[in-house]
Nanobody, 119 residues
């Protein structure tokens, strides 16, 4: 069983910064992709940023230039540095990883962490 544990959410004023972390634990061989998603109240979950291992990094247009996704291979951990936060960045942020497990490839989600940006 693979588990993703998130941390780093909170309340911040507009223009401030937060850093989210997501750590993977359990039995898996490798990680194929990592991503951050968010869901605002009354809205669908949307993609924020992704890393394809050995490939590209991509961002939603709304966060380009303000958010940075990164990873620490040794710790199986992913980060999302969020700068110049805006009230519209408010929502529950979820991490996602596609990992290779003993018999298949599994798609896993974190529990979500609340980010609230006040104006």
């Amino acid at each position: 069983q693979v588990q993703l544990v998130e941390s780093g959410g909170g309340l911040v004023q507009a223009g401030g910064s937060l850093r989210l972390s997501c750590s993977a634990s359990g039995r898996f061989f490798s990680i194929k992709s990592m991503g951050w998603y968010r869901q605002a109240p009354g809205k669908q979950r949307e993609l924020v940023a992704t890393i394809i291992i050995g490939g590209s990094i991509s961002y939603a247009d709304s966060v380009k230039g303000r958010f940075t996704i990164s990873r620490d291979n040794a710790k199986s951990t992913m980060y999302l540095q969020m700068n110049s936060l805006k009230p519209e960045d408010t929502g529950v942020y979820y991490c996602n990883m596609l990992v290779v497990v003993p018999t298949t490839t599994g798609n896993y989600w974190g529990q979500g962490t609340q980010v609230t940006v006040s104006s």
